[in-house]
T-cell receptor
Framework: NAGVTQTPKFRVLKTGQSMTLLCAQD?????MYWYRQDPGMGLRLIHY???????AKGEVPDGYNVSRLKKQNFLLGLESAAPSQTSVYFC????????????????FGPGTRLTVL | TQLLEQSPQFLSIQEGENLTVYCNSS?????LQWYRQEPGEGPVLLVT?????EVKKLKRLTFQFGDARKDSSLHITAAQPGDTGLYLC????????????FGTGTRLQVFP
């Protein structure tokens, strides 16, 4: 039982390049999230999904796209990377339903450190 | 927009000392959580509080949810080096409980 995994762990991009970050979970969770973490700013929600085939914008969605074609996977894409997107990216998942919404325990992956030059 | 402010931002103490971290907002949250994050890893849930005035204890850690459900505190008794990490509070967005709003974080270092 691996929980939430993220690939890659590290990546360096040049401005204008594109890339996709992959998140996978094996807990059969309905909800999945992408956050970015910057010093002094906690975690900020980029996009999220409440089920296979659905996506929604979070707090800071500009410059990112996502897809949830399979329940266990949530992809985060950067079409044209900018230095402002240098950050650590975390994926998380949780169960849905009334209990899931109230207790809202999110399980996080280990993160992807992205540097855009 | 609901915001959560944590204080202090940094805390550096000696082993055995007590400390309190605060998480404050002007908004009401339906529940509030505390996570701990160690370097190179994702946050891990410590506790969830859902009722105003609720107090939960986890060994040397005591968590309290404010009566009005706008604030929370985390108190650590006799801190140990293993408590070192980034502590994050997170509230369930009252307008959309699908989402969590994270606080700004408190970085704690406990020296032996």
């Amino acid at each position: 039982n691996a929980g939430v995994t993220q690939t890659p762990k590290f990546r360096v991009l040049k401005t204008g390049q594109s890339m996709t970050l992959l998140c996978a979970q094996d807990m059969n969770h309905e909800y999945m999230y992408w956050y970015r973490q910057d010093p002094g700013m906690g975690l900020r929600l980029i996009h999220y999904s409440v089920g296979e085939g659905t996506t929604a914008k979070g707090e800071v969605p500009d410059g990112y796209n996502v897809s949830r074609l399979k329940k266990q996977n949530f992809l985060l894409g950067l079409e044209s990377a900018a230095p402002s997107q240098t950050s650590v990216y975390f994926c998380a998942s949780r169960t849905g339903g009334p209990s899931g919404n109230l207790y809202n325990e999110q399980f996080f992956g280990p993160g992807t450190r992205l540097t855009v030059l | 927009t609901q915001l959560l402010e944590q204080s202090p931002q940094f805390l550096s103490i000696q082993e055995g000392e007590n400390l309190t971290v605060y998480c404050n907002s002007s908004s009401v949250f339906s529940s509030l959580q505390w996570y701990r994050q160690e370097p190179g890893e994702g946050p891990v849930l410590l506790v969830t509080v859902v009722t105003g005035g609720e107090v939960k204890k986890l060994k040397r850690l005591t968590f309290q949810f404010g009566d009005a459900r706008k604030d929370s505190s985390l108190h650590i008794t006799a801190a140990q080096p293993g408590d070192t990490g980034l502590y994050l509070c997170a509230g369930a967005d009252s307008y959309n409980t699908d989402k969590l709003i994270f606080g700004t974080g408190t970085r704690l270092q406990v020296f032996p």
